[in-house]
T-cell receptor
Framework: DAMVIQNPRYQVTQFGKPVTLSCSQT?????MYWYQQKSSQAPKLLFH???????NEADTPDNFQSRRPNTSFCFLDIRSPGLGDAAMYLC?????????????FGPGTRLTVT | AQSVTQLGSHVSVSEGALVLLRCNYS??????LFWYVQYPNQGLQLLLK??????LVKGINGFEAEFKKSETSFHLTKPSAHMSDAAEYFC??????????????FGKGTKLSVKP
């Protein structure tokens, strides 16, 4: 089945220790998104890639970076995690940047910062 | 600018009862609207979407939603709740233009509880 895969599902890191979360997709979609979702809140868009073009949301902290080496993979790097970065991180894809196209979400990676 | 408001952060129904989750939108252009469901520790799954083809939209798991332009609403309903419907539900609107085209703006979510 075509899908969006996130690894690992659960990640524990130490305060200030860099961490990388991974997302892959078999849908061959052009757009890949990263969201941060804290408990009982809506997902908050951090950034997205449209093909190789990176689009950062204005309020995304510099501590968050992303890489998309090819169509299938996208990574979220947190350079110096703080306690406030503990959250569920969701990856999503969309066929293209068209207003009527839905997004397909992965299962998420729950990040704990100790 | 687009926005979405979900009335009621928590809705509780009995098994077999009607489910009604409310969503109102604000948009300067004809909106494209989505309902997603999220089970605990899972990603979001699309339930249904409105893209102007029909005002009554049927989705998965017996859910449907009706687009009412006069009320700027897109409420989600299901005639008979199952225990398995217990989850969090998000209404979203898609941004129509510029570099953000296709980005989703989510409501704050409604957590649905189903009592036996």
């Amino acid at each position: 089945d075509a899908m969006v895969i996130q690894n690992p599902r659960y990640q524990v890191t130490q305060f200030g220790k860099p961490v990388t979360l991974s997302c892959s997709q078999t849908l061959n979609h052009n757009v890949m998104y990263w969201y941060q979702q804290k408990s009982s809140q809506a997902p908050k868009l951090l950034f997205h890639y449209y093909d190789k073009d990176f689009n950062n949301e204005a309020d995304t902290p510099d501590n968050f970076q992303s890489r998309r080496p090819n169509t299938s993979f996208c990574f979220l790097d947190i350079r110096s995690p703080g306690l406030g970065d503990a959250a569920m991180y969701l990856c999503a894809t969309s066929r293209d940047k068209v207003v009527s196209y839905e997004q397909y979400f992965g299962p998420g990676t729950r990040l704990t910062v100790t | 600018a687009q926005s979405v408001t979900q009335l009621g952060s928590h809705v509780s129904v009995s098994e077999g009862a009607l489910v009604l989750l409310r969503c109102n939108y604000s948009s300067s252009v004809p909106p494209y609207l989505f309902w997603y469901v999220q089970y605990p520790n899972q990603g979001l799954q699309l339930l249904l979407k409105y893209t102007s083809a029909a005002t009554l939209v049927k989705g998965i798991n017996g859910f449907e939603a009706e687009f009412k332009k006069s009320e700027t609403s897109f409420h989600l309903t299901k005639p008979s709740a199952h225990m398995s419907d217990a989850a969090e539900y998000f209404c979203a609107v898609s941004t129509p233009d510029g570099g953000s085209q296709g980005n989703l703006i989510f409501g704050k979510g409604t957590k649905l509880s189903v009592k036996p």
